[in-house]
């Protein structure tokens, strides 16, 4: 699998993406990715309140992050920003 995004989301902490109902959606939606062969569904932490994850194209990884926006809207989840960038291995 070669990843060429990556996204890169940020919080103000880390009790925001540790939200139950949030937490349990992203999860959710990467191991349906991993399954597709999307991403190899490994995150790096960059700190309590950043997370990287790297998937094989622009749509993947734009897929992704709608799905966090949308389910951190419904949990009142603030989002400091949803990035997606290139990646090279």
Known sequence: MILTKKTVITWPDDSNWL??????????KI???????????????LLNSVVERFFID???AQEYIDLVVAESAKENVIIISAVIEDYAE
């Open 58 to 60: 622009e749509a993947a």
């Open 31 to 45: 191991d349906e990715m991993i399954l597709l062969d999307k991403t190899d569904g490994i995150p790096n932490d």
């Open 19 to 28: 939200n139950e109902n949030l937490n349990n959606a992203r999860l959710n």
